[in-house]
């Protein structure tokens, strides 16, 4: 029974019951590491997940790990699936907005080479593609993957290879139909007008498009910044037109950064790029930069001016593209 107390005194629990509910967030805790002990004895004996520590240590938590010759398709769906795909087609699981490219199709932006083919405008040589996996694309949901071994690198860049390969060939087949059929009274029959002399002769011409292009020539190394340079280079900004997209401060904010019909390629809306936030998805290096104004970024409204601006104006605006960082 509760014990009656004199007025003013309040109600008091029983000593025992006092005890054990001053001992119950103890022995909650005590249940709580016990029942970890227990299941940490039954784990060892389950099949080892991907990323279980009995994984890792066996050297199963990752595909070919150890392999000198690591399986690309596998990395791929492992790693890229999600966003590009199994087929490397753009839609995958995560279902972006806008999408991620489908290679092949879309256009690659960052490039070292100044070929225009139809179906990815400068083709990137094997060193782009694995730069970007090993950087990363900042600002978009495309991530770092330095955290994988080279050998693992290099099989993803070959995989995307074989990607833009066999898109190529399947979509000028598609075009060479379309035009067959339209050209033709009676229609184009598939199974009797492709001969094997024809699908040999779209393979080569996409063997021709996905072929790396030439290489320009980057300053090397490259010059050190002067309160000159950096001056002139501002007027180079200016000169060039390159407020009308990334604004007078250069903050992305232009007028046509405003116009509805500013837009990429595939439809999307085009967005200059705030230089003052340091992030540049193509590197923030001084010859990444370099590179993205003398050849452009193809699919988008960014254009080539390494025609048209000589190659010291290039090299004092990216000195001033870097000192908007600090701003």
């Not at 005890?19 to 119950?24: F, K, T």
């Not at 083919?117 to 996996?133: E, H, I, N, S, V």
């Not at 923030?284 to 104004?293: E, G, L, M, W």
Request: charged share 20%; with cysteine; proline share 9%.
């Amino acid at each position: 029974m509760n014990e009656i107390l004199p007025p003013g005194q309040g109600f008091r629990l029983p000593k025992f019951r006092l005890i054990i509910l001053m001992l119950s967030p103890f022995l909650l805790i005590g249940g709580v590491v016990a029942s970890g002990f227990a299941v940490n004895r039954v784990l060892p004996e389950q099949p080892a997940g991907p990323y279980s520590k009995t994984g890792l240590t066996t050297g199963t938590s990752l595909p070919d790990v150890e392999v000198e010759n690591p399986d690309g398709n596998k990395l791929f769906l492992l790693h890229c699936a999600n966003c590009h795909g199994a087929k490397g087609d753009g839609v995958g699981l995560a279902g972006l907005n806008p999408r991620a490219r489908y290679f092949g199709y879309d256009k690659f932006k960052f490039v070292s080479t100044t070929n225009a083919a139809k179906t990815g405008g400068g083709m990137p040589t094997d060193d782009d593609l694995f730069g970007t996996l090993k950087r990363g694309i900042a600002g978009s949901p495309m991530p770092s993957f330095g955290h994988l071994p080279d050998a693992q690198l290099w099989a993803l860049v070959g995989q995307v290879r074989k990607f833009v390969r066999v898109e190529v060939i399947v979509q000028r087949m598609k075009d060479s139909v379309k035009t067959k059929a339209e050209l033709s009274e009676e229609g184009f029959d598939e199974k009797s007008d492709w001969s094997p002399v024809a699908i040999e002769k779209m393979r080569q011409m996409a063997e021709m498009e996905v072929a790396v292009g030439l290489s320009f020539a980057l300053p090397n190394p490259f010059p050190e910044s002067t309160p000159e340079g950096i001056a002139h280079g501002k007027l180079i900004f200016e000169k060039a037109a390159c407020v009308s997209c990334h604004g007078t401060n250069g903050k992305g904010d232009g007028p046509q950064s405003k116009d509805p019909k500013f837009l990429n390629e595939n439809g999307t809306k085009a967005v200059p790029r705030d230089l003052t936030a340091g992030l540049f998805k193509g590197g923030a290096a001084p010859d990444h930069i370099y590179s993205r104004v003398f050849l452009g970024i193809p699919g988008t409204p960014m254009p080539m001016s390494g025609l048209t601006v000589p190659p010291q104006d290039i090299i004092d605006l990216v000195h001033y593209v870097k000192s908007l960082e600090q701003r």
